[in-house]
């Protein structure tokens, strides 16, 4: 029998009404395995209390610290799941992708819309189902799994804000379906020793085009971070204007040593810079191309090389390195 850990963080799942009515954290790790007595019969499951937050609060800071009690605990245990809100799970499932390389083991983000402590919930299903794809031999790497689907820690989104199922796999397959047994569609495989580094640095921005939109706070913005995340219209094009304001900004912050990556606010797709003369003379001046990873993705990958301190022209190289399916172009 596998052993598996169980790393608790907070979460609908873990949360009971307060006295003004509001949920809130406050189920433990140990509590959380009472309501699922049958997890006894997958696994020898250990219980582990390293947050206990909303998600809205779990920050970059706190994607190290998971990264950290896995990297500590690897050679004691065969799997790693880990309870976790949802309004920012899938930004950690990107960053533990990034900080946990060639891993040969699962580590699965799960939780629930509404808390494992009411009479009908989505948590104990999705509890169990995690432990048991946990189990399954052909697990490895980072994972999501709601609703019974299992989704790649890199292609992951949030779409829903109520319904059971939340998460989508973003222009990639899910890697399976889990309903008390594993149907999987996507086989993977790690040959290389795995390698930890839990590293990660804020210093970005991520700035949503409007129509309209004063070029000016692109520079202000510009002048803060080391990284500017732009989610243009459609394929990716910066509008000019009659002052060709915006073009200007970004010449300056990348002659400055600025990394300014475009994405695109559509959800399907991706961006492609070069499709129009909006988008053209910009991919000319050094914008990066996000393709088609998750905005998700490219935050947390963005943090995660600024944290490794690494020169701009080896940042970008690294950026455009697909990890984990995180660009498929």
């Given at each position: 029998m596998k052993k598996v850990l169980l790393i608790a963080t907070g979460g609908t799942?873990?949360?009971?009404?307060?006295?003004n009515g509001s949920l809130a954290p406050d189920i433990t790790s140990e509590e959380l395995l009472e309501y699922v007595p049958e997890a006894k019969d997958i696994?020898?499951?250990?219980?582990?209390?390293?947050y206990n937050l909303d998600s809205t609060n779990i920050c970059y800071e706190h994607w190290i610290g998971m990264a950290k009690c896995i990297e500590q605990n690897y050679q004691k245990y065969d799997a790693f799941v880990i309870t976790h809100g949802t309004d920012t799970m899938a930004y950690t499932a990107a960053a533990l992708s990034y900080m946990i390389s060639n891993n040969r083991k699962p580590v699965l983000l799960?939780?629930?819309q509404k808390s494992i402590y009411l009479r009908d919930n989505d948590a104990r299903n999705n509890l169990i189902n995690a432990l048991i794809f946990a189990c399954d031999d052909m697990s490895t790497g980072v994972h999501i799994l709601f609703d019974n689907k299992v989704i790649l820690g890199t292609r992951a989104r949030k779409t829903r804000t109520k319904s059971y199922n939340a998460f989508t796999s973003i222009d990639f397959p899910e890697v399976a379906i889990v309903d008390g047994k594993v149907r999987r569609y996507i086989e993977e495989s790690e040959q290389s020793e795995v390698k930890f580094?839990?590293?990660?640095?804020?210093?970005?921005?991520?700035?949503?085009?409007?129509?309209g939109m004063d070029s000016s706070i692109i520079g202000l913005i510009g002048n803060q971070y080391d990284a500017i995340v732009l989610e243009g219209f459609g394929v990716g094009g910066m509008p000019n204007y009659d002052s060709d304001g915006f073009y200007q900004e970004i010449r300056r912050l990348i002659d400055n040593g600025k990394i300014i990556v475009m994405t695109t606010q559509v959800t399907h797709e991706g961006s492609d810079?070069?499709?129009?003369?909006?988008?053209?003379?910009?991919?000319?001046?050094?914008?990066?191309d996000a393709e088609d990873m998750t905005l998700e993705s490219i935050v947390a990958k963005l943090m995660w090389l600024l944290g490794r301190n690494l020169n701009r022209n080896h940042l970008i190289k690294e950026f455009l390195t697909p990890i984990r399916w995180d660009r498929l172009q």
């Open positions: 799942i873990a949360s009971k009404q307060t006295d696994c020898q499951v250990t219980a582990y209390q390293l799960t939780g629930s580094c839990c590293v990660a640095r804020p210093s970005l921005f991520v700035v949503k085009m409007f129509p810079m070069t499709r129009y003369a909006v988008g053209h003379r910009l991919a000319k001046l050094g914008v990066i």
